[in-house]
T-cell receptor, first 114, second 111 residues
């Protein structure tokens, strides 16, 4: 079974440019998470989807960040315009139904804004 | 916002030594998970604890959930170089699959 797939693995952009990340969760997983992780720190939730509905986006900086999960499967996370402080690893994770279920993570996209 | 604080933030030990990592919060969690993350990879689940006072063992790793379900610890016996990594605790509360991560403990086991 394929795990969570993210692309690209690495992205370098100049500040003020737009950037988009893509995530394909594990088949059948209704819950999808986007996390931001700075080096050596724990992941911070940006947004959580249940199917196609964003049920927790309180930590998403909506002035520049947007996300979508059309059809409740794949998801994209966009930043426009990017700032130097956005440099981090963006992790996507998915989990199945039921409480206390494991979250499976992709390898992440390492974004560098120069 | 529920906060999970981990200590120590960094830990460097010799192979064969024992260590304990702590995860503390002022909030009650319905379950708590421990993950391990290697460079360039996403976190991978080690264990989930759901009952206050619960103790789970995974080979040389022992996980404990506090009686009040606000804290947890991870104890590693006879650490090996392969245990090196970032250890993360993550709490889940309520009926939602809201997963809040701790600040992480970077463990380095030296040969």
């Amino acid at each position: 079974e394929a795990g969570v797939v993210q692309s690209p693995r690495y992205k370098i952009i100049e500040k003020k440019q737009p950037v988009a990340f893509w995530c394909n969760p594990i088949s059948g997983h209704n819950t999808l998470y986007w996390y931001l992780q700075n080096l050596g720190q724990g992941p911070e939730l940006l947004i959580r989807y249940e199917n196609e509905e964003a049920v927790d986006d309180s930590q998403l900086p909506k002035d520049r960040f947007s996300a979508e999960r059309l059809k409740g499967v794949d998801s994209t996370l966009k930043i426009q315009p990017a700032e130097l402080g956005d440099s981090a690893v963006y992790l996507c994770a998915s989990s199945g139904t039921g409480l206390n279920t494991e979250a499976f993570f992709g390898q992440g996209t390492r974004l560098t804004v120069v | 916002t529920q906060l999970l604080e981990q200590s120590p933030q960094f830990l460097s030990i010799q192979e064969g030594e024992n260590l304990t990592v702590y995860c503390n919060s002022s909030s009650v969690f319905s379950s708590l998970q421990w993950y391990r993350q290697e460079p360039g990879e996403g976190p991978v689940l080690l264990v989930t604890v759901v009952t206050g006072g619960e103790v789970k063992k995974l080979k040389r790793l022992t996980f404990q959930f506090g009686d009040a379900r606000k804290d947890s610890s991870l104890h590693i016996t006879a650490a090996q170089t392969g245990d090196t990594g970032l250890y993360l605790c993550a709490g889940s509360s309520g009926s939602a699959r809201q997963l809040t991560f701790g600040s992480g403990t970077q463990l380095t086991v030296l040969p």
